[in-house]
């Protein structure tokens, strides 16, 4: 049996998607899972997945929405499964489209409440969009999944669905190589706090703990990844290092190199 996961971020560092496929390649299923290219991309392979990016020549916003979902489409009408895996509502549209034409089983795995993230709710044309998208399909869809009981919660009360509640977890990593705590420049004495993910974007709390760092002590900040407002975060890191900051700062890294 064949399985396609659609996701629009990095295949590299999305580690939701990551685990679904190699789960599902363990029970026997012939998985390829389809992304989106990006310029800080790094090495994607896991073991028995296939791994296909598609590139779109915008970055952001919603030609990269539209542009990315129109390819996306014709991708799954080349790709002949079983099962359609659509990761969020932003791939939920070609994938519901394909499995109706196709009489494929849909799974929806909604990685988060995705209608009331930070900032989309400012912008009201395209929350009506996307809101219009969630109210058609979502009370079609009889196989979901998300990632809290919180999130499921607004999804049965808004539109009757019964998602299966599937929590992000960490892997085990005890096989990791720990990183030499001079290598990051922190004493012996000092806490590290990581701040990690290929989505470091507003409304997920790094503005909140950059304004808190001032405030301890013997605390070493590292941040890992990238994101809509890396670029910002890096300038105010960068700013105030002058004062006896204490952080670094280094882009997306393969699973493998997160030893901390």
């Known amino acids: 049996m064949k399985a396609v996961i659609a996701v629009i971020s990095d295949l590299s560092t999305d580690m939701r998607v990551r685990k679904l496929a190699l789960v599902m390649a363990e029970e026997g299923l012939t998985v390829t899972v389809i992304g989106r290219s990006s310029p800080v991309q790094l090495k994607a392979s896991l073991p028995g997945v296939s791994m296909e990016r598609i590139r779109v020549p915008f970055r952001r916003g919603p030609a990269m929405y539209i542009v990315f979902n129109i390819l996306l489409f014709f991708r799954l009408l080349s790709r002949r ?109 000092e806490l590290l706090v990581v701040f990690q993910g290929a989505g470091i974007n507003g409304g997920r709390g790094a503005e909140e703990l950059i304004s808190a760092m001032p405030l301890t002590d013997r605390v070493r900040l590292v941040i890992i990844g990238t994101g809509d407002i890396i670029e910002s975060v890096y300038d105010v890191l960068r700013r105030r290092s002058f004062n006896g900051y204490r952080h670094l700062y280094q882009p997306a890294v393969q699973p493998s190199q997160q030893g901390f």
């Open 81 to 189: 499964s079983e099962i359609c895996v659509a990761s969020d509502l932003d791939t939920l549209v070609p994938c519901w489209i394909v499995s109706r034409i196709f009489r494929q089983t849909l799974v929806y795995d909604s990685h988060e409440y995705f209608t009331g993230q930070y900032g989309l709710q400012q912008r009201r044309f395209r929350h009506f969009l996307w809101k219009q998208v969630e109210r058609f399909i979502v009370p079609k869809i009889r196989h979901m999944i998300t990632v809290s009981d919180s999130i499921a919660d607004l999804y049965r009360k808004e539109y009757g669905v019964d998602p299966i509640v599937v929590r992000n977890m960490s892997p085990e990593v005890s096989h990791l190589m720990p990183h030499d705590r001079r290598a990051l420049g922190a004493g012996a004495d």
